[in-house]
């Protein structure tokens, strides 16, 4: 019973350079979500996707595209990764929006030197 | 802005002591108001949560408190324990909105 896989676990990037986080449910759940974690500031959303095929902006989006490559699957890219986006990310599913409870991965911890 | 308001951001409670962290919102749309538990290096996961048509909701050690008119609600932790510790998130969503976290409130529990 996996819940929610995110890979990696932990990333150093230079600035200017790209990745893509990657996050898989196996949970059969209709609703996904990015947030970011950062000290004294909460989880912030920066994107979420409320159904297959649909992806919205959420408190934080700029610097960060994401994809819902299908049900199961929710990557979050970073174009040109700043020291600004060093930051704890958490991928998490619900099965029907944000009124269902929400279930977090393990987290990326991200850092950009 | 800060649309839901959490206080405080941290708590040293004694062994069997109550711990209470409150929380405030803006929108008077949401209408679901979990609070999320999170240990170091795990993501959060669901600990309580409550909608508005009650007052209050009790699991086990863990209440929600809920005031509607006031725009705030409250997790208490009866009988704190060392296992206890860890940081405490309140949030708050409705079903055309997304969820919203408070800023967390990291809690110690000392024997």
């Known amino acids: 019973n996996a819940g929610v896989t995110q890979t990696p676990k932990f990333q150093v990037l230079k600035t200017g350079q790209s990745m893509t986080l990657q996050c898989a449910q196996d949970?059969?759940?209709?609703?996904m979500y990015w947030y970011r974690q950062d000290p004294g500031m909460g989880l912030r959303l920066i994107y979420y996707?409320?159904?297959?095929?649909?992806?919205d902006k959420g408190e934080v989006p700029n610097g960060y595209n994401v994809s819902r490559l299908n049900k199961r699957e929710f990557s979050l890219r970073l174009e040109s990764a700043a020291p600004s986006q060093t930051s704890v990310y958490f991928c998490?599913?619900?099965?029907?929006?944000?009124?269902?409870?929400?279930?977090f991965g393990q987290g990326t911890r991200l850092t950009v030197v | 802005q800060q649309q839901v308001k959490q206080s405080p951001q941290s708590l040293i409670v004694q062994k069997g002591g109550i711990s209470i962290i409150n929380c405030a919102y803006e929108?008077?749309?949401?209408?679901?108001f979990p609070w999320y538990q999170q240990f170091p290096g795990k993501g959060p996961a669901l600990l309580i949560a409550?909608?508005?048509?009650?007052s209050e909701k009790k699991e086990g050690r863990f209440t929600i408190s809920f005031n509607k008119s006031a725009k705030q609600f409250s997790l208490h932790i009866m009988d704190s324990q060392p296992g206890d510790s860890a940081t405490y998130f309140c949030?708050?969503?409705?079903?055309?909105?997304?969820?919203?976290f408070g800023t967390g409130t990291r809690l110690q529990v000392f024997p």
């Open positions: 949030a708050a969503s409705s079903d055309t909105d997304k969820l919203i």
């Open positions: 998490a599913s619900s099965s029907q929006g944000a009124v269902t409870e929400a279930f």
């Open positions: 409550i909608r508005p048509d009650v």
């Open positions: 996707s409320a159904s297959e095929g649909t992806t």
């Open positions: 929108n008077t749309a949401f209408d679901y």
């Open positions: 949970m059969n759940h209709n609703s």
